[in-house]
């Protein structure tokens, strides 16, 4: 029985004009989310994206393919179908093979059919109907329920052929990855920072990461912790780069001259102005931080405006109105959970005094970095000696040329 996937498409069906390049952007994220794993033809008809395995070796790894297709943003839902022909023998045929066995171990089903290719003779409440009979006949302990059956068995008749399938799976919404323009993300290894990368990058972001070490107080370990979260989440994101600034001399330079209570949000202000040369050499055009208002010292509002007073690109907080637990939540729904509980230092929770101002203002914070006259030029060299890592989203080694948007 040949497969394919169904891709629907969400909030970018609405884009008007400029949906052809939404429609451009998604096809060409499905292509490289499916290419290492066989031929596959990504293809549209009717607003929908079609991913059909043309080999063999695709046919075999068709569970992953769609494991891999329903992590890309833009899509609303998707199902993997049956297809057939355009031919009510054939679609019965096709429907009693494909799910016959699920409906074994059912009770009640519904059929529901669509019949977007008007020249199919019959209509489509006369599928339903016909397609309902032949599967009761074959399944005599079923019954039809219209409110809530076990299960709704879909046909839809469409250009290239007749498509049969079970309830659709939910995609993750948002746009294609790129179409927003780049940014980058702070990555640190906690909980705060992959979730808000998934978020920015469902609004169509291209993201690369920046992840701030102070070695030796932060360990290899620590750095393969973030490498590792960048590489779970490049299955949404795509592949990128995580630079990695060796941040101990401005980091040592602030815990020596700086006032004890204005440490954190001196050191926060040092790694946005970092960070912002960085993106401007890669000409991104926003931040984006796992911070969420209130959470600790460093994202009271005072200490968030002294933040983002440091430097001059837009700061994209997609997390500022959440609370822990539903942060958590997400981030054991991408996968990124297990990891970020993993007990390794991150550079920012080194050095903190025990009580950092929670309303620091700008001015004390000025006046600070005024008698840090040094701290300029440490940045300079820090933000020039960053590592650049490739995540590369397939995890494979030898093909370097993936998606680098
Ligand atoms: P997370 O917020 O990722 O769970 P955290 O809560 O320990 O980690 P905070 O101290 O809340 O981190 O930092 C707030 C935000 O600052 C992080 O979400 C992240 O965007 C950024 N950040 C913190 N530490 C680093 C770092 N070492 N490198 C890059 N960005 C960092
Ligand atoms: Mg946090």
């Not at 075999?60 to 890309?72: L, P, T």
């Not at 960070?275 to 984006?288: G, Q, Y």
């Not at 600790?296 to 997609?318: E, G, H, K």
Request: glycine share 6%; charged share 25%; with cysteine.
């Amino acid at each position: 029985m040949k497969e394919v996937i169904l891709c629907y498409q969400g909030e970018m069906a609405l884009k008007g004009l400029n949906k052809a390049t939404f429609e451009a952007a998604l096809a060409k994220a499905l292509r490289f989310r499916v290419r290492e794993l066989g031929k596959f033809q990504v293809y549209k008809a009717q607003s929908t994206m079609y991913v059909e395995p043309r080999d063999e070796e695709a046919a075999a790894n068709f569970d992953e393919a769609f494991r891999r297709v329903s992590q890309v943003f833009g899509l609303a839902a998707l199902s993997r179908a049956a297809v057939c022909e355009k031919d009510f023998e054939a679609i019965k045929a096709a429907a009693e093979s494909y799910l016959g066995e699920t409906l074994r171990s059912l009770r009640t089903f519904k059929v529901e059919a669509k019949r977007s290719d008007k020249s199919f003779a019959m209509k489509s409440p006369e599928i339903s109907r016909e397609l309902g009979g032949f599967l009761l006949s074959k399944h005599p302990h079923l019954k039809v329920d219209v409110h809530h059956p076990d299960i709704v068995v879909m046909v839809e008749v469409r250009d290239y052929g007749a498509y049969i399938h079970g309830p659709k799976t939910p995609g993750p919404g948002g746009l294609p990855v790129g179409t927003s323009g780049r940014a980058v993300n702070m990555l640190s290894g906690g909980i705060d920072s992959p979730v808000a990368a998934w978020y920015m990058a469902r609004r169509g972001l291209a993201l690369h990461h920046i992840h701030f070490a102070s070695p030796p107080y932060t360990s290899e370990a620590a750095k393969r912790k973030v490498q590792t979260l960048a590489q779970t989440i490049s299955g949404y994101t795509g592949s990128c780069v995580l630079y990695v600034v060796p941040y101990t001399p401005p980091q040592e330079y602030i815990r020596d001259h700086a006032p004890d209570v204005l440490f954190t949000v001196l050191m926060r202000r040092s790694m946005m102005r970092i960070a912002n040369r960085i993106a401007k050499e890669i000409d991104a055009k926003a931040l984006v931080t796992g911070e969420s208002l209130a959470q600790v010292a460093s994202q009271t509002l005072m200490a968030l405006a002294c933040t983002d007073a440091a430097q001059d690109l837009p700061i994209l907080r997609p997390l500022i109105g959440m609370d822990k637990t539903e942060i958590v939540e997400v981030a054991r729904r991408i996968g990124t959970f297990e990891t970020s509980i993993l007990p390794y230092e991150d550079c920012c929770t080194i050095f903190t005094p025990p009580h950092p101002k929670t309303k620091p203002t700008l001015a004390e914070v000025e006046a600070a970095e005024a008698e840090m006259p040094g701290l300029a030029a440490l940045e300079e060299q820090a933000a020039k000696a960053v590592e650049r890592i490739r995540i590369d989203m397939r995890r494979s080694e030898e093909d370097e040329d993936g998606l680098l948007l």
